[in-house]
């Protein structure tokens, strides 16, 4: 079965007993094989007897991407090297590489959770399914041709970039699906319009994004340009690529993949856990994972978790669309801002595309952002007068709705970057001290 009935639907005290039993058995395996946790969980006094319970989950130590960091290459991983089967890695935009370890067994269910993944999308084997997340050291473009060779759909393996090709190959094939990141969806919407090529006549019908931020207006958009269903996937290096979490037809939500992640939220200053409902940072503990295992993992995506009934059966705990990254947050006027509520509120504008960078300087002690914004064509035509009362426009929808003042740059079509992964929406321009 392409998916796991089960599992996905399984009543949640059943699930929360599988969980606690694989918690323990996890603690256990890292407590014996990774000296890291070993010690950490001596400095803190926890043994693993001490699990009692899935809220005993809040006594274990958090692990954060440093520690990976500190640890590169293989200092985490819970098996010898022979018994490593593939490694993944993550370069992140900060120096130094993390690795993501596989088992055969690791490989397996990870192949297992994408395939989940697909068919709640919709997937079906008879599908010509058109892969272009990046194919290599990159978890996307691996996992999402796992799951869809799996399932036994007609997988193309087209790999991120070379956008007009990724067009004549979906005219081609007949690809029905499309992977890849929203950006990039954007990206090759844009370039069949200026091939003339009208991609709503293809047969393509949905396309599974994820891999970075992006919020239900974009989805909208993506949706409306592409004449397709945009549906989600969600997940990380750390904890073995995307099939974390992942969208069904609702829409309304990504159900985390309950049997081999346990999911918590928590306050990032404090790291107190959160209620179910409020808002927090993500943190996930790998359930069945064993070569490199993750005890609390901090994700730094904020969201909020959602315990309730779903329309299509599934009983998964589901999350938020990720609100933004910790990492990403500014604060501007003493205002938290997310590029997420940005992205949302240009969306409202009719005279602009959904290309945008968000640039932060530093004015005197104060930080100031610049919101550059592509203009559509005949708005950058109309010449000065026009762009300027576009611009006042915008700077008065934000402060209408964020109470803060920012400063707004329209610019020519084409002017911002196209992407072809994770486009990158914040330029921080103040020096490194500052920040
Ligand atoms: O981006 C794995 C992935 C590949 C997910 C393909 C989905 C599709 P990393 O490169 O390690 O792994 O980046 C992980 O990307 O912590 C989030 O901040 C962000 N991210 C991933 N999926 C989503 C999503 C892959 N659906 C980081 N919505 C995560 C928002 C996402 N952010």
Same mark, same amino acid.
């Given at each position: 079965?392409?998916?796991? &009935?089960?599992?996905?639907?399984?009543?949640?005290?059943?699930? #929360?007993?599988?969980?606690?039993?694989?918690?323990?058995?996890? !603690?256990?395996?890292?407590?014996?094989?990774?000296?890291?946790?070993?010690?950490?969980?001596?400095?803190?006094?926890? &043994?693993?007897?001490?699990?009692?319970?899935?809220?005993?989950?809040?006594?274990?130590?958090? *692990?954060?991407?440093?520690?990976?960091?500190?640890?590169?290459?293989?200092?985490?991983?819970?098996?010898?090297?022979?018994?490593?089967?593939?490694?993944?890695?993550?370069?992140?935009?900060?120096?130094?590489?993390?690795?993501?370890?596989?088992?055969?067994?690791?490989?397996?269910?990870? *192949?297992?959770?994408?395939?989940?993944?697909?068919?709640?999308?919709?997937?079906?084997?008879?599908?010509?399914? /058109?892969?272009?997340?990046?194919?290599?050291?990159?978890?996307?473009?691996?996992?999402?041709? /796992?799951?869809?060779?799996?399932?036994?759909?007609?997988?193309?393996?087209?790999?991120?970039?070379?956008?007009?090709?990724?067009?004549?190959?979906?005219?081609?094939?007949?690809?029905?699906?499309?992977?890849?990141?929203?950006?990039?969806?954007?990206? %090759?919407?844009?370039?069949?319009?200026?091939? &003339?090529?009208? %991609?709503?006549?293809?047969?393509?019908?949905?396309?599974?994004?994820?891999?970075?931020?992006? *919020?239900? /207006?974009?989805?909208?958009?993506?949706?409306?340009?592409?004449?397709?269903?945009?549906?989600?996937?969600?997940?990380? *290096?750390?904890?073995?690529?995307?099939?974390?979490?992942?969208?069904?037809? +609702?829409?309304?939500?990504?159900?985390?993949?309950?049997?081999?992640?346990?999911?918590?939220?928590?306050?990032?200053?404090?790291?107190?856990?959160?209620? %179910?409902?409020?808002?927090?940072?993500?943190?996930?503990?790998?359930?069945?994972?064993?070569?490199?295992?993750?005890?609390?993992?901090?994700?730094?995506?904020?969201?909020?978790?959602?315990?309730?009934?779903?329309?299509?059966?599934?009983?998964?705990?589901?999350?938020?669309?990720?609100?933004?990254?910790?990492?990403?947050?500014?604060?501007?006027?003493?205002?938290?801002?997310?590029?997420?509520?940005? +992205?949302?509120?240009?969306?409202?504008?009719?005279?602009?595309?959904?290309?945008?960078?968000?640039?932060?300087?530093?004015?005197?002690?104060?930080?100031?952002?610049?919101?550059?914004?592509?203009?559509?064509?005949?708005?950058?035509?109309?010449?000065? +007068?026009? #762009?300027?009362?576009?611009?006042?426009?915008?700077?008065?929808?934000?402060?209408?709705?964020?109470?803060?003042?920012?400063?707004?740059?329209?610019?020519?079509?084409?002017?911002?970057?196209?992407?072809?992964? &994770?486009?990158?929406? !914040?330029?921080?321009?103040?020096?490194? /001290?500052?920040?």
């Amino acid at each position: 079965m392409p998916w796991n &009935k089960e599992f996905e639907c399984m009543p949640m005290e059943k699930m #929360q007993k599988f969980q606690l039993e694989k918690l323990r058995e996890t !603690v256990e395996w890292v407590a014996k094989k990774v000296p890291f946790y070993k010690k950490k969980f001596k400095e803190l006094g926890i &043994k693993p007897g001490d699990i009692k319970s899935l809220e005993d989950v809040a006594k274990l130590p958090v *692990t954060i991407k440093e520690d990976l960091r500190d640890n590169y290459p293989f200092d985490l991983c819970a098996v010898p090297l022979k018994d490593v089967v593939r490694v993944h890695a993550s370069s992140g935009t900060t120096g130094k590489p993390i690795t993501g370890p596989y088992t055969q067994d690791d490989l397996d269910q990870w *192949t297992e959770c994408m395939t989940r993944n697909f068919w709640a999308a919709g997937v079906r084997p008879e599908d010509v399914v /058109q892969n272009a997340y990046g194919h290599g050291l990159f978890t996307g473009g691996l996992g999402f041709h /796992q799951g869809a060779s799996n399932m036994g759909c007609t997988t193309v393996p087209t790999s991120a970039g070379l956008t007009e090709r990724q067009i004549t190959l979906m005219k081609d094939f007949g690809t029905d699906i499309l992977c890849c990141t929203p950006s990039y969806a954007l990206t %090759i919407a844009e370039r069949a319009e200026e091939l &003339k090529v009208d %991609i709503k006549a293809l047969p393509v019908r949905a396309g599974i994004f994820g891999a970075e931020p992006w *919020t239900s /207006q974009m989805r909208d958009e993506i949706e409306a340009r592409m004449g397709i269903k945009a549906m989600e996937a969600y997940g990380l *290096t750390e904890l073995g690529g995307p099939g974390v979490a992942f969208d069904c037809s +609702e829409q309304n939500g990504l159900h985390v993949n309950e049997d081999h992640y346990l999911a918590e939220i928590v306050d990032p200053a404090t790291l107190e856990p959160l209620p %179910i409902g409020e808002k927090g940072e993500l943190i996930f503990t790998s359930l069945q994972r064993r070569a490199m295992p993750m005890i609390r993992y901090r994700t730094k995506d904020i969201t909020r978790l959602r315990r309730e009934t779903c329309s299509c059966g599934r009983t998964f705990l589901k999350m938020d669309k990720v609100f933004g990254r910790t990492d990403d947050m500014l604060i501007i006027s003493g205002v938290n801002v997310f590029p997420s509520q940005i +992205e949302s509120l240009l969306l409202d504008i009719d005279e602009v595309e959904p290309q945008y960078r968000l640039i932060v300087r530093k004015k005197g002690y104060l930080d100031q952002l610049v919101v550059q914004v592509e203009a559509k064509g005949e708005v950058y035509k109309a010449g000065k +007068e026009k #762009q300027s009362e576009v611009e006042g426009k915008i700077m008065g929808h934000i402060k209408g709705n964020m109470g803060i003042s920012v400063e707004v740059n329209l610019v020519e079509p084409k002017f911002i970057a196209r992407s072809e992964g &994770k486009a990158l929406r !914040v330029v921080d321009e103040r020096p490194k /001290q500052l920040r």
